[in-house]
């Protein structure tokens, strides 16, 4: 089991293959919230193998959705195979979608990368974020709650947030 600690300071034990089966936890933090009147939380933690030549870091994060839905999402590099849990060499960073008005805000953590390191492609209602520099690589395909204009878009980088605006595609006249 790793001790991980939530943003308002509870520990969440997670064992790696609680990971994925662990939802009593998560229920129970999502419980905590709900109790505590929190809109988010998250829990994270880090897993070393091999003398340290193989880290799987892992976490999630849970807020509340429109009509008090909670929201869960996960990152890190530790992936779910038919198998069993693997670390990847690629992290999925965590992300949050924010829809204003007439456009989108994509808020991504990509700490220990550079600014030039980070490719964006926004096609449709997708938005692939990739980042690669010698000590860590993230991917993710973001689905957005809309389609976007891929011309429109605007990001900005500081302390490991992008943050990428992105306007929504205006519906053809007809």
């Known amino acids: 089991m790793v001790g991980a600690r939530d943003k308002g300071g509870a520990s969440v034990e997670i064992g790696l293959g609680g990971l994925f089966k662990g939802i009593g936890s998560l229920l129970d933090l999502v419980s905590k919230m709900a109790e505590e009147g929190k809109e988010e939380a998250s829990a994270s933690g880090q897993v070393e193998a091999l003398g340290g030549k193989l880290k799987g870091v892992y976490g999630f994060s849970v807020r509340v959705g429109l009509g008090g839905t909670p929201v869960i999402e996960q990152f890190g590099n530790i992936q779910e195979t038919e198998a069993g849990p693997v670390v990847a060499e690629t992290r999925e960073p965590l992300v949050d979608v924010l829809e ?20 964006l492609r ?3 209602d997708i938005l692939e974020v990739s980042a690669a520099s010698r000590a860590r690589k993230y991917h993710k395909e973001v689905l ?19 943050e990428v605006t992105l306007a929504k595609r205006k519906p053809a006249a007809g």
């Open 100 to 119: 204003e008005g007439d456009h989108l805000t994509v808020v991504v953590e990509l700490p220990g990368v550079d600014e030039k390191d980070i490719q």
């Open 122 to 124: 926004a096609e449709g």
């Open 144 to 162: 957005l709650p809309a389609p976007v204009d891929p011309a429109s878009l605007k990001s900005a980088y500081r302390n490991g947030v992008l």
